[in-house]
């Protein structure tokens, strides 16, 4: 080996090593674990079955959330966070600018636990509804319903959504604009054809890192959807934590992973043909 | 026949952007099919002008018209004026048809596809890209984009085509057959062409009129040969064309002439294209290619000769460019043609010399 290579392997390392350690040996016993039985007193005995595979149907509900809820809560924030980041991006004085950013995160600044009990209170009897219903728009139930979830995805993820897409307008070139006014393109055109189509990379970045994220999520949904609206994540708690069976936990998280992985590559092929061929369209 | 409203028009224009002049009363007429080039330093206003002939600037003050209305207050989207951007400003998300095509397509009623496409593909031909309109637009050399987005500009055949430094990003050589293209589409297609730029070369050698710029402010407007020949003061003579300049004081002479007593009592006597006080502070403009040299003074009477020392020599080809030192005048360029240095001989770097050139030669400008 040359100096370089041992350069190269030395630099390598403790990424691969960790890679190995934390991701690919979890998921070997993940799926070893998956074609086992449950012990009496729980856990994992030794076996070859494929029942914990066949047995999923009695998680289906915990998929349907997880597989309408994340992407509608990518939607939400994607919405959400555009109209944020392009005023941050085009429109914000520079002195504002940096202020404006920082109040962003600043919500990262406490744990999503005391944020999300925030939402609870908010949420709850005495919060918003009986707001509204001192207004005498009658008092709906928002605590523990999907809307409940939806706001506290949007609410914990947006920054997320916010920084690639503020991130892809602020390196937009703007003449551009310039070129696309002087052509006859009036400013909404401009908008469509100019600066939405160059700021997707921006969008699909978001896009996927919340998404990617939304789908192991299992914090919100225990919150604010009170065991009503439960995600993968808190069927997963539930197998390994309060009913030890983790056979079928670990079959459960398997078909997660695949569903990530079919919905990453789905998502992936369609944002490749809307952005053309271009191979600067970066993704992650 | 030409018409003779002007197709474009400054009057009075100015422009602040917070407490600074960018341009300051402006008038000016563009005339139809004409070429005209802004030219002066970074900052003297150029870009301003052309933005606000573009609509991506509005007058301070004053008026902008367009074949003779007033467009104040017409957005850039709307005036049919297309421009030509220093670093191109391509979509990188289109190709280059796609490129080429954005003009058309934002048209109401909208062109259809057939039409478009005919059109892209001459656009192409006449900038000598056929056949390129699915590049990528990185697949494109910097001298291809700079015909693209060329092709994207006339595509629209605009009233008005601006260049803003259209050619600063080509190397030497590119930049010459550029110029020379723009000039032949120029003429071929009859649009009126409004350039920007800061290299006098260019504009004299394209330019039909060119209008030179200092601090906002217009200096002189005319014809290349005009700014030659008869430039208003030291600063039009120093951009157009190698000039030497002698500072000094000026002096009413008969016969229309001005002389200018310069240090150690030299007199250079002279024309003043612009009116000058008696006293006044002024500079003697002397073409390079105006002065010779030789080993003596020359006998005839109507010559003046300085006695200089020659400091260095720069062979050219067809001409020898000297610079030398006279001790009262300082230090000055000679340009001597090969058949003129044939006959005296090439001079060496120390030697001894004279430069003489005829009296009544220089012309005697506002030293400003």
């Known amino acids: ?284 | 026949m030409e018409s003779q409203t002007p197709i474009a028009e400054l009057r009075g224009a100015t422009k602040l952007f917070g407490e600074v002049v960018a341009a300051q009363d402006l008038s000016l007429a563009i005339r139809r099919g004409e070429f005209l080039s802004f030219l002066g330093p970074s900052g003297c206003g150029k870009t301003t002008a052309l933005r606000l002939l573009a609509g991506f600037e509005q007058p301070t003050s004053g008026d902008v018209l367009l074949d003779g209305q007033r467009v104040n207050d017409v957005p850039a989207h709307l005036r049919p004026v297309n421009m030509v951007f220093q670093h191109y400003a391509l979509f990188p998300h289109l190709d280059v048809a796609g490129n080429i095509a954005y003009g058309l397509r934002q048209r109401r009623p909208r062109p259809d596809a057939a039409a478009i496409a005919a059109a892209v593909e001459a656009a192409l031909r006449m900038v000598r890209l056929p056949g390129f309109g699915d590049r990528r637009i990185w697949e494109m050399s910097g001298g291809q984009q700079q015909r693209v987005a060329l092709a994207r500009a006339i595509v629209n055949e605009p009233k008005l085509l601006l260049l803003d430094e259209p050619l600063a990003a080509l190397d030497k050589k590119l930049r010459r057959d550029m110029q020379i293209e723009l000039q032949g589409l120029q003429r071929s297609l009859g649009i009126t062409f409004v350039l920007v730029t800061h290299d006098q070369e260019e504009a004299l050698s394209m330019s039909d009129r060119i209008c030179i710029m200092r601090g906002g402010r217009i200096e002189q407007v005319g014809t290349p040969r005009d700014l030659y020949d008869r430039p208003r003061n030291r600063y039009v003579a120093d951009f157009v064309g190698k000039s030497n300049f002698f500072e000094g004081r000026a002096e009413a002479a008969p016969g229309g002439q001005t002389i200018l007593v310069a240090a150690g009592g030299h007199r250079i006597a002279g024309t003043a294209p612009a009116p000058l006080a008696a006293g006044a502070r002024v500079a003697a403009s002397l073409r390079p290619e105006q002065i010779g040299l030789a080993r003596a003074a020359p006998e005839d009477g109507g010559r003046i000769a300085l006695p200089v020392e020659v400091v260095t020599r720069i062979f050219l080809g067809e001409h020898t460019e000297y610079l030398v030192r006279n001790r009262d005048l300082g230090e000055f360029l000679v340009l001597v043609p090969r058949q003129a240095e044939a006959a005296t001989g090439a001079f060496d770097p120390g030697e001894a010399a004279q430069a003489h050139w005829r009296q009544g030669d220089a012309l005697i400008l506002a030293d400003t």
């Open chain 1, 1 to 284: 080996m040359t100096r370089r290579d041992i350069r190269t392997w030395l630099l390598v390392a403790p990424a691969a090593a960790w890679l190995l350690v934390m991701l690919v040996l979890p998921l070997v016993v993940v799926v070893v674990f998956s074609f086992g039985e449950r012990a009496e007193a729980g856990g994992y005995a030794p076996a070859f079955t494929l029942d914990n595979y066949l047995n999923l149907g009695a998680r289906a509900t915990a998929f349907a959330n997880t597989l309408t809820l994340a992407p509608l809560g990518t939607l939400a924030c994607l919405v959400l966070a555009y109209p944020l980041a392009y005023f941050l991006a085009m429109r914000a004085s520079p002195r504002w600018r940096t202020l404006l950013l920082i109040l962003v995160i600043v919500p990262f600044w406490t744990s999503i636990l005391i944020r999300s009990y925030a939402w609870i209170f908010l949420l709850g009897g005495q919060g918003i509804p009986s707001l509204l219903n001192a207004l005498g728009l009658g008092s709906p139930r928002l605590i523990n319903t999907p809307f409940a979830v939806l706001v506290g995805i949007v609410y914990g993820y947006l920054p997320l959504m916010v920084f690639p897409i503020y991130v892809s307008l602020d390196r937009l070139d703007k003449r551009l604009l310039e070129a696309s006014a002087d052509l006859g393109a009036p400013p909404w055109r401009s908008f469509l054809q100019v600066t939405l189509p160059l700021s997707m990379p921006g969008m699909a970045t978001g896009s996927m890192l919340v998404f990617i994220l939304l789908m192991g999520e299992f914090l919100i949904p225990a919150m604010l959807g009170g065991g009503k609206v439960f995600f993968v994540g808190n069927a997963l708690v539930d197998l390994f934590l309060q009913s030890r069976n983790w056979p079928f936990g670990s079959a459960v998280a398997a078909a997660l992973v695949l569903v990530m992985l079919v919905a990453v590559t789905l998502y992936m092929r369609f944002t490749r043909s809307w952005a053309g061929t271009r191979d600067d369209v970066s993704l992650m």
